[in-house]
């Protein structure tokens, strides 16, 4: 079964950046053939899209909130799938899901695995 291994997060001063990462673990799986994405959480919140890109990466969404600072990508040959966020503001703080799923989708049911879940602050 395809596994989600998350890097990246952590705390940053609004206007900074950061990088999530994305990779399947157990040998044998690629992501290749899936659609990923990004999810989060925030504090009382509803989970909410961020990001989600196409297997072959042609397609790609964006989550009004996020349009024009983050930018997501895929290598296929690292088996990996990464959220650049730039210019960072307090309100994108909360917990960061990696998701794949069978098509390009915006909710979050489309999505049938799910990695860890990893912080981002932002703050000064």
């Known amino acids: 079964q395809l596994q989600l291994v998350q890097s990246g997060g952590g705390l940053v001063q609004p206007g900074g950046s950061l990088r999530l990462s994305c990779a399947a673990s157990a040998d044998g799986f690629t992501l290749d053939y899936y659609t990923v994405g990004w999810f989060r959480q925030a504090p009382g919140k509803e989970r909410e899209e961020v990001s989600c890109?196409?297997?072959?990466?042609?397609?790609?969404t964006y989550a009004d909130s996020v349009k024009g600072r983050f930018t997501i990508s895929r290598d296929n040959t690292k088996n990996t799938v990464t959220l650049q966020m730039n210019s960072l503001k307090p309100e994108d703080t909360a917990v960061y899901y990696c998701v794949a799923g069978s098509a390009l989708s915006r909710e979050q049911h489309d999505y049938d695995y799910w990695g860890q879940g990893t912080q981002v602050t932002v703050s000064s």
């Open positions: 890109i196409s297997s072959s990466g042609g397609s790609t």
